[in-house]
């Protein structure tokens, strides 16, 4: 054509050399896509770590909802996880391992040291050098206390008095205490964790992470008087009332604790235990600008993207009897606690259980007597086992 530059005419319409690149190339993008993973083993992840793995392979449905569990979390924070505290499973989270400033969120290891002291009633004088700046229980010098009613203001108004007047009384000295508060941790595993003081207010090397405080939570769960003092949000200790700095403990029914923190350096740090459905969940949050909002949308996250699965015996109505040749029954029933399986998204699996007759169920077994065993899958998972005995 007439008044077109020859350089647009070869933009227009490739060189045959240029044709045998293009084709080179998307015959190499096709191999590295479709036929390299075959060859090399790469691909989508198996559900097992098996010896002998199955064949079956993620679905792209699954994978998709795995990656929703990042995303639906519209939060104010990248240091997050969410934990099934009856299960013993991390569901997910972020920024899990990463140093961070916990603010009051410290006070958890000073209450675990003052727990494994033991000594709740003795007496305590409070000493001018014990009133700090921030989150107070109200003290006054000259004031006596219990270790335990100092406890209660460590943990439902997060008092800083109080953690002064705890570590001086414990350790003789509070640089002594933050000594055994970072030896404490060490021996816990707690890797990213360093304290400079039994407050939490914003210190140099004043750090933790979210899996450090979540390891700390769950060793503080287990003591009775803990999950009270965290769990009350209003309480009158040594005349003076002392209202929780967790404001989930007022406004929704499902939270049963645990502790807030809040500094400059840390932002709105949170660590809230919430019941649903008989199981408990902690969720661990640091450095947001709306811990309760966070919070909230975690766990919407945790209902729409995992689901639980009891087994159930009551109805292997095949599986609990065993006959003898002239047609007379043993029944059977299963004891201990039945496998629990998690499952990602609404798709539950199916729980299939097989039976094992370890020994003679119909020569002179008794009742009460194991006679075998209820091996429960996943799909080709083995999840557990219940023992049969004769009823």
């Not at 002998?52 to 997050?80: K, N, Q």
């Not at 065993?373 to 004769?390: I, N, S």
Request: net charge negative; hydrophobic share 45%.
């Amino acid at each position: 054509m007439e008044g077109v530059p020859r350089r647009s005419r070869v933009w227009d319409a490739p060189s045959r050399q240029e044709q045998r690149r293009g084709l080179q190339a998307w015959l190499v993008w096709t191999f590295c896509c479709l036929f390299l993973p075959l060859v090399t083993g790469f691909g989508p992840p198996k559900l097992v770590d098996r010896e002998i793995a199955p064949t079956a392979r993620v679905s792209v449905g699954e994978l998709r909802r795995w990656a929703e569990v990042r995303a639906l979390p519209d939060v104010t924070t990248s240091h997050y996880l969410v934990y099934d505290l009856t299960a013993g499973q991390l569901l997910f989270g972020e920024g899990m391992d990463e140093a961070h400033p916990p603010a009051s969120l410290t006070k958890l290891m000073t209450a675990l040291l003052v727990l494994e002291q033991g000594d709740l009633d003795a007496q305590v004088t409070v000493l001018p050098e014990d009133i700090i700046g921030g989150a107070s229980m109200g003290l006054r010098a000259g004031m006596q206390l219990t270790v335990g009613d100092l406890l209660w203001g460590l943990l439902v108004p997060s008092g800083n008095d109080a953690a002064l007047a705890l570590a001086r009384h414990i350790a003789g000295d509070v640089a002594t205490f933050v000594e055994r508060m970072n030896r404490r941790a060490e021996e816990l595993g707690l890797a990213q964790t360093h304290f400079a003081n039994p407050h939490g207010l914003d210190a140099q090397r004043h750090v933790s992470s979210a899996r450090d405080l979540l390891q700390l939570t769950v060793r503080l769960w287990a003591e009775p008087l803990f999950r009270t003092m965290v769990g009350t949000p209003r309480v009158t200790v040594a005349g003076r009332e002392l209202r929780n700095t967790n404001e989930w403990l007022s406004t929704n029914p499902a939270a049963v604790g645990v502790k807030t923190g809040t500094t400059p350096a840390a932002g709105e740090c949170l660590i809230v235990a919430v019941e649903r459905e008989g199981r408990t969940l902690l969720v661990v949050i640091l450095g947001s600008r709306d811990r309760y909002a966070d919070a909230g949308r975690l766990l919407e996250a945790t209902e729409a993207a995992f689901a639980w699965t009891v087994a159930s015996a009551e109805e292997l109505t095949v599986l609990n009897r065993v006959y003898a040749a002239d047609g007379t029954a043993r029944w059977l029933r299963p004891t201990g606690m039945p496998p629990v399986v998690l499952q990602m998204g609404p798709g539950v699996p199916t729980l299939t259980a097989f039976r094992q007759i370890t020994r003679d169920a119909l020569a002179g077994a008794s009742t009460g007597a194991q006679v075998g065993q209820l091996d429960w899958f996943a799909g080709d998972e083995w999840v557990g086992m219940q023992t049969l005995v004769v009823r």
